[in-house]
């Protein structure tokens, strides 16, 4: 049983890493490292959704467990690490060539709690400024519910932007999640391709 789901997710991820080469065009199909270590999440393709407090949803909303770790997309420099009303604890990543991404609602509670009082300590990997190179899978913080998602449950939001405008970040998630486990099964002897 094992075998087949593992296989039919390949199989998938395989179908969308070619839709999404197809779809991209003559730039890169970015292979995105999924952002959020929780094999318990949940997404669906949230992007364009229509929310009461803005215009339109211009990311994906990874549903996940509090204080799992978010980790890089891809390698690059840390734009911005803060702290907003709506995007709770936030950070940027400046990937070059006109990419960057962006995870809101990181952690702002103390671990076990739902006290709002965990501060920066809590929200970002220990350490992490501003101008720090990443590497892609590297942990920048903790999936949290900070900001609007206080009452919506711990998730990451996560945007993909490209040349200064946030684009539809869920078939580069998909294929990233596909892969992650496909990973984790390989590293579990849980496939057999003989
Ligand atoms: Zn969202």
């Known amino acids: 049983m094992a075998f087949r789901r593992v296989f039919t997710g390949m199989i998938a991820a395989l179908a969308i890493v070619a839709s999404s080469v197809s779809g991209a065009g003559a730039a ?30 211009r990311g994906v909303d990874l549903m996940g467990s509090k204080m799992a770790p978010v980790v890089a997309v891809l390698d690059g420099v840390i734009e911005t690490m ?7 604890y936030h950070i940027t990543i400046d990937h070059g060539e006109g990419t960057s991404s962006w995870y809101m609602h990181l952690n702002n509670d103390t671990p076990g709690t739902d006290d709002r009082r965990g501060g920066a300590e809590y929200a970002f990997a220990e350490g992490l400024e501003v101008g720090d ?20 449950g711990a998730h990451t939001h996560f945007e993909l932007h490209i040349n200064g405008r946030a684009v539809n970040p869920y078939p580069y998630l998909r294929d990233a999640w596909e892969r992650w486990l496909l990973e984790l099964a390989i590293a579990r002897g849980e496939t057999d391709f003989k």
């Open 28 to 57: 890169d199909p970015l292979y995105l490292r999924f952002p959020q270590l929780d094999e318990q999440t949940e997404f669906v393709d949230s992007w364009g959704v229509a929310r009461p407090d803005e215009r339109t949803h």
């Open 82 to 88: 803060g702290e907003g009303d709506r995007s709770g």
């Open 133 to 152: 190179i990443v590497e892609a899978g590297q942990v920048i913080g903790f999936v949290g519910d900070s900001g609007n998602a206080e009452w919506g």
